[in-house]
């Protein structure tokens, strides 16, 4: 199972970016997809996911401005994220059970 996440970039506070997750070796549509992040000098931590059956979790300070959802005929995950701030910055990985893949950096500027 291959992971990738992509999308990242360097964007302005109230800007907004989408990530999405893409995978082989795998269908995404059938497993729950989550979305970590991991900052600079801190613990990686969980941000979102989907469940197979569509079931969408975030974390607290992501709340409102995150949104978790999948493309189906694609087979892909997105995370948009709005109201970028400072804090959010980090690379951002997509995951399936314990497989994880290259992330990609966010970085928000205020």
């Known amino acids: 199972v291959q992971l990738q996440a992509s999308g990242g970039g360097s964007v302005q506070t109230e800007d907004s970016l989408r990530l999405s997750c893409g995978a082989s070796?795998?269908?995404?549509?059938?497993?729950?997809v989550g979305w970590f992040r991991q900052a600079p000098g801190k613990e990686r931590e969980g941000v979102s996911c989907i469940g197979s059956n569509g079931f969408t979790s975030y974390k607290d300070s992501v709340k409102g401005r995150f949104v978790v959802s999948r493309d189906v005929a694609k087979d892909t995950v997105y995370l948009q994220m709005n109201s970028l701030k400072p804090e959010d910055t980090a690379v951002y990985y997509c995951?399936?059970?314990?497989?994880w893949g290259p992330g990609t950096l966010v970085t928000v500027s205020s």
């Open positions: 995951t399936v059970a314990n497989s």
């Open positions: 070796g795998l269908i995404l549509n059938n497993v729950a």
